[in-house]
């Protein structure tokens, strides 16, 4: 008996971000596949597919973001379900991964959170994880299979090319994203400054600027992270950045999650404008005129189409995907 194989791929979305989902199925020419997901009384998530999925490559679109822990379970019921009801290959499709910061133990007795939303993944039967500018490649080894480890670079930089051609200078705000500084500095073709933060041990998401490397007098200071959270990083650095004669402040971020003081701290400092994508909700929810969210359906959809055909995903990015520089070379110069 010989059967002739045909491949069949089909999107879902839970409930984080739909609206990004559905331009991902638009970029495909592909309509959202029909998933019910809905609470119990009791706050118990319910998820039910209704329609056939046999045989398919299924795509799961789910952002880990407010409640966090509510959208990660979700997205595990959704792939069991899937696995269950005998779907060939399952991809968790995760524009901005939870738990990504706690990747490695700084003190005593802490977890590794990120590795074990990875394990999660893995025990509830994903086969393939795609994602979005992870706050650290090392992330990716903690997947048993494959990691399609994507970056919303080329969108960005094109973005800020466009509207601030001249006079630019690319800031990273810690020592830990001088090397990502330094992708964005090699795309605009300018120059780079690095500023130095210490965080306290003992209270999340506190920090101040405790120095500069660079110069950015007179010059358009563009401030680059992975995300934004509760903007305390950012504002510091915008104040260090102004005290040192930055003609202007513009800041970018593939993540913008925007938590507690966020809004109330970017409006009130001396930002101009503040870049990020879809990856969240919270960018496309901001009522603040400084705010530009773009899309990464594009890069998103050409992933996904690569993934199903079994093409390469590293000719998409041009190799721009894989790790950043390693800070200890920004300064240097580049080879």
């Given at each position: ?10 999107i ?21 596949g ?39 379970m ?9 696995k ?18 706690q990747?490695?133990?700084s ?23 795609l ?18 480890h ?16 001249d ?28 500023m ?13 600027s405790?120095g500069l490397?660079?110069?950015?007098d ?25 005290d ?5 402040v ?13 809004m ?6 001396a ?35 690569a993934?199903f ?5 590293s000719?998409?990015?041009?190799g ?9 070379r ?6």
């Amino acid at each position: 008996m010989q059967i002739a194989v045909k491949k069949r791929a089909m999107i879902f979305s839970g409930t984080s971000n739909p609206e990004l989902a559905e331009e991902i199925s638009v970029e495909l020419g592909m309509r959202l596949g029909e998933v019910e997901i809905s609470r119990f009384a009791s706050g118990e998530v319910y998820v039910r597919f209704h329609e056939s999925v046999r045989g398919t490559d299924a795509f799961i679109v789910q952002s880990h973001c407010h409640p966090v822990n509510e959208m990660i379970m979700e997205q595990l019921l959704m792939i069991d379900a899937l696995k269950r009801a005998s779907a060939k290959r399952i991809n968790a499709v995760i524009p901005f991964f939870g738990y990504s910061r706690q990747d490695r133990k700084s003190l005593a007795r802490e977890p590794i959170s990120a590795r074990v939303v990875m394990d999660l993944l893995a025990a509830a039967g994903a086969d393939r994880v795609l994602t979005v500018d992870l706050h650290s490649g090392q992330t990716q080894g903690f997947f048993d299979g494959p990691v399609d480890h994507l970056t919303a670079l080329p969108i960005l930089s094109k973005y800020v090319q466009t509207c601030y051609p001249d006079n630019l200078v690319v800031v990273a705000p810690d020592a830990g994203r001088a090397g990502h500084a330094a992708k964005f500095a090699r795309h605009l073709h300018a120059e780079i400054a690095v500023m130095n933060k210490s965080r306290r041990a003992d209270v999340r998401n506190v920090s101040k600027s405790a120095g500069l490397i660079g110069d950015v007098d007179g010059k358009v200071c563009l401030v680059v992270d992975d995300m934004i959270d509760t903007a305390g990083t950012l504002c510091s650095a915008v104040m260090e950045l102004v005290d040192q004669g930055a003609r202007r402040v513009i800041a970018v971020a593939t993540h913008g999650i925007f938590s507690g003081p966020a809004m109330d701290r970017m409006e009130d400092s001396a930002l101009s404008e503040v870049i990020v994508t879809n990856s969240l909700p919270g960018g496309r929810e901001a009522k603040s005129e400084k705010i530009t969210v773009l899309s990464i359906a594009p890069i998103l959809a050409s992933t996904i189409k690569a993934v199903f055909e079994d093409e390469s995903v590293s000719e998409i990015f041009q190799g721009e995907h894989l790790e950043a520089i390693p800070p200890e070379r920004v300064l240097g110069g580049f080879d």
